[in-house]
């Protein structure tokens, strides 16, 4: 599990990266600066989690657990939910999305505490 969650984390880097760069050029001139603010936070919590996927796959290589592991979903599930709710809100401007964006939210809540239990527990 250690090598996966190191390469969702590493590809989720790399997106957000593109993604940080296309919205800082190509949207620039498209966006209002309060729809390019909310692409920004979407890429924001996506490298974070990212780099969160780092500490899930050398904490897993540490202390194995099923909670460890339920983190490292619950992040790339908060990454597509969270993020990619807002980047699609942005992009088509269907509003309704932003009721969902506080699912992904929720989901990399539950993931840094199930994380800390996994730790706590081993």
């Not at 909670?67 to 088509?92: D, K, Q, R």
Request: glycine letters at 12%.
């Amino acid at each position: 599990m250690d090598r996966l969650f190191a390469s969702f984390g590493a590809i989720a880097a790399a997106i957000a990266v593109a993604l940080g760069a296309f919205g800082a050029h190509a949207l620039k001139a498209r966006l209002s600066s309060t729809d390019l603010a909310t692409f920004e936070i979407g890429v924001r919590y996506q490298m974070y989690h990212a780099l969160a996927l780092f500490v899930v796959a050398w904490v897993v290589s540490r202390w194995p657990s099923g909670s460890v592991n339920a983190a490292g979903w619950l992040f790339i599930v908060g990454i597509a939910v969270f993020s990619g709710s807002l980047y699609v809100l942005v992009l088509t401007g269907q509003r309704w999305l932003g009721a969902v964006t506080p699912l992904g939210g929720l989901s990399f809540v539950v993931g840094w505490l199930m994380l800390a239990w996994g730790v706590l527990r081993r």
